[in-house]
């Protein structure tokens, strides 16, 4: 008998994908709070840091129940019209995203000092990648809704892979940038102390890693579009 996908939407009271909305609306919050603690820490201005990042921790439990209500309440009587395993995968990789952002703010409070002079406009330009990328995937996540309330339509298939080969392009060229900023770093062994090397070159690491999960959480997306 043939499997006709018909939209979750139809099926259930709530639908998961349009919670998966919920969540990526939340890391987008977040991500609007960590570019004021960016801001912030790159001219040394740590007066309201606490604060903003207190609010980042708030966000990140109600993404965290969000997370928790989609993995407790996905159809269990209902075929999904998409594969469990993957759609589970997907959450996990944004879940990922909202922790790097809040470990961002709580690895800058460890180190209360300004980025030198010389390196802001690098860590500037490596932040706009990693905030570009949680838009794209934030697109991304809207445009899933979209396909599965079209019934898996091809031209909203198509439009969507464009946006998912977006973070893939993203997501170079951030590595691009991380590299060039990590060489960078280390060339000042002379300048700076070790500590502030570790601590910087880490920052690098951790602002790299938000594109590399929102490519991740795209690359999920993407085999959804597979079933």
């Known amino acids: 008998m043939k499997f006709i996908r018909v939209p979750i939407i139809k099926t259930l009271r ?15 919050e977040s991500a609007n709070l960590l570019k004021e603690e960016f ?5 040394g201005n740590f007066n309201e840091f606490e604060e903003k990042r207190l609010k980042v921790e708030e966000l990140e439990l109600k993404a965290d129940y969000i997370k928790s209500n989609i993995r407790n309440h996905l159809p269990q009587k209902f ?17 990922q995203v909202e922790d790097t952002i809040q470990d961002i703010g709580e690895w800058i409070l460890i180190r209360e000092k300004p980025v030198p002079d010389n390196l802001q406009n690098d860590f500037f330009s490596l932040f706009n990648i990693a905030y570009k990328s949680i838009e794209i995937c934030e697109q991304s996540v809207i445009y899933l809704n979209i396909v599965i309330e079209s019934s898996f339509a091809e031209n909203e ?10 973070l893939h392009r993203v997501e170079t060229e951030s590595d691009t940038m991380e590299r060039e900023l990590t060489k960078k770093i280390f060339s000042m062994e002379n300048d700076i102390s070790p500590v502030a090397i570790y601590h910087l070159s880490k920052l690098v690491f951790l602002l790299g890693d938000i594109s590399n999960h929102t490519e991740n959480a795209g690359d999920r997306i993407r085999a959804l579009l597979a079933r």
């Open 79 to 95: 075929r999904m019209p998409v594969d469990r395993g993957t759609f589970l995968s997907l959450i996990g990789e944004l879940d």
């Open 39 to 43: 801001r912030d820490y790159i001219y």
């Open 157 to 166: 298939r198509v439009k969507l892979k464009e946006i998912i080969h977006n």
């Open 14 to 28: 709530k639908s998961p994908f349009k919670a998966l909305k919920d969540h990526v609306n939340i890391i987008k």
